[in-house]
């Protein structure tokens, strides 16, 4: 028996009802009208031969295999972008100027910048980090081609959401603390929005805390904590061997959501298999 061939267009209609909240507001966004975003989304279930969503009340809620399907589109329509963008930038020149949040800094993104870097030889690409209201700033100055930045609530962001994380607690494995002393805390500087929404939630919960360590250096942060010096705040994507995610065990406060935006000049050509790189990512 013959494997369906799954059409681009049909994936992309299914990815849209999702991203978009229904079928719509997905119709709106594709400039379809919703009979044929319907008829697409019965044409892909016909293909495929499952039930990609079912009837919960009055709303449609994926399956399944509606929600297996929904991380297989994604990546093979983003496979699909890469490769038409791929050709489209290969004989690009230029610079492209960008800047990073200190919270966004590390972990796969230097490997991603590193392979867009070898992808366009031509390309001056200059990275920046900083702290996102700065970068902000600058981008509106004209200063970067595309800036990524993290706000803890989401009517603060800028630009396009990448994705949402939790801010969490994170200590050495094993780290011990009684809860009657102060707790030690290794942060980056005053402008760090992370230190400020923790020792806010510490101090809502009266709990008491001290700065130890302060720092402008992602390396240096966890190595503070992983040697039981103290405890930081970071998204929980943060933690690394000989780390854990503390607060749950030790009764610290909830922390909020962190959101990851991606800002970028209109009309940007430079950069694009970039942007692709980075939605998939976050």
């Given at each position: ?13 299914f990815v849209s009802v999702i991203e978009q909240g ?221 780390t854990e995610l503390i607060g749950d065990r030790l ?32």
């Amino acid at each position: 028996m013959a494997l369906p061939n799954l059409s681009s267009d049909l994936l992309r209609t299914f990815v849209s009802v999702i991203e978009q909240g229904g079928f719509i507001k997905a119709a709106d966004f594709l400039h379809k009208t919703q009979s044929t975003v319907s008829q697409q989304i019965k044409k892909l279930e016909q293909e495929v031969g499952v039930d990609l969503f079912s009837a919960d009340g009055r709303k449609r809620v994926l399956t399944n295999e509606g929600e297996m399907l929904l991380g297989y589109a994604r990546r093979m329509l983003a496979l699909q972008d890469d490769a038409i963008a791929s050709l489209r930038v290969s004989d690009q020149s230029g610079e492209l100027r960008m800047g990073v949040s200190q919270g966004m800094s590390e972990g796969v993104l230097p490997v991603l910048l590193a392979d867009f870097c070898r992808a366009n030889p031509s390309v001056r690409f200059n990275v920046e980090t900083g702290f996102s209201a700065d970068l902000n700033a600058g981008f509106e100055r004209g200063e970067y081609d595309l800036i990524l930045t993290l706000t803890m609530d989401q009517s603060e962001g800028k630009g396009d959401l990448l994705g949402v994380e939790p801010l969490s607690w994170i200590g050495a494995e094993g780290w011990q603390w009684s809860g009657y002393r102060e707790l030690p805390l290794a942060m980056y500087v005053n402008k760090c929005q992370f230190r400020r929404y923790s020792v806010k939630a510490l101090e809502q919960d009266d709990i008491p805390w001290r700065l130890v360590y302060t720092t402008t250096s992602y390396q240096g942060l966890m190595a503070a904590v992983k040697s039981g010096l103290a405890v930081t705040a970071r998204p929980q994507s943060a933690v690394i061997e000989g780390t854990e995610l503390i607060g749950d065990r030790l009764g610290l406060p909830d922390l909020p959501n962190v959101y990851s935006w991606l800002r970028y000049k209109p009309g940007l050509e430079r950069g694009r298999v970039l942007l692709k790189g980075l939605r998939l990512w976050l």
